[in-house]
């Protein structure tokens, strides 16, 4: 029953894409921008403010919400370029790996936002002490920077990718 959502494959083919093409192996640098940067986000969040204010999380709640829906288009989207006949090339290689990054990518991403989502509102409960809403503060900064940075990358994958079918044309 539990698997139905278990979401480990998700986060562990994530993080198998820091690693170097050439080498095949963890990037440090990567692990750093993408785990170390939004560790000491979460920590600032955490330190600076017992939560957040209803603005902040209102416009997080909204953000997240819009771009989860957009994440999820561009999956079908990413879809739509595997399966679709290609009669000059095969989609293999290094593009095959490249989609499957950017297909891991792009859940992780989906992921991402909807355990902020979770993180944003359970913050909203009163019911919560002080020491809770410091945990829910460094949640949320984490996660917010987490899906940020994740983002960016998947900005600059989709890019390369679309790039490479428009010059191939």
């Not at 170390?36 to 330190?47: I, N």
């Not at 399966?83 to 989906?110: A, C, K, M, V, W």
């Not at 809770?132 to 987490?146: E, K, S």
């Amino acid at each position: 029953m539990i698997e139905k959502i278990n979401v480990w494959r998700i986060v562990r083919d994530h993080i198998s894409t820091l690693k170097d093409y050439g080498t095949d192996k963890y990037s440090p640098g990567d692990l750093v921008l993408f785990f170390g940067v939004p560790f000491l986000a979460g920590v600032g969040g955490a330190l600076l403010g017992s939560g957040l204010r209803d603005s902040v999380g209102t416009l997080l709640v909204t953000g997240l919400s819009v771009f989860g829906a957009l994440l999820f288009n561009l999956l079908l989207l990413l879809y739509d370029i595997v399966i679709r006949p290609r009669p000059s090339q095969e989609t293999g290689g290094l593009t095959r790996l490249f989609l499957e990054h950017l297909y891991s990518n792009i859940s992780f991403s989906i992921l991402i936002c909807v355990l902020t989502l979770v993180a944003v509102l359970l913050s909203f409960l009163t019911i919560w002490g002080c020491w809770a809403q410091r945990v829910f503060g460094f949640l949320t900064c984490y996660l917010t920077t987490l899906f940020f940075l994740t983002l960016l990358m998947v900005l600059k994958r989709i890019h390369v990718l679309l790039s490479k079918e428009l010059g191939s044309r």
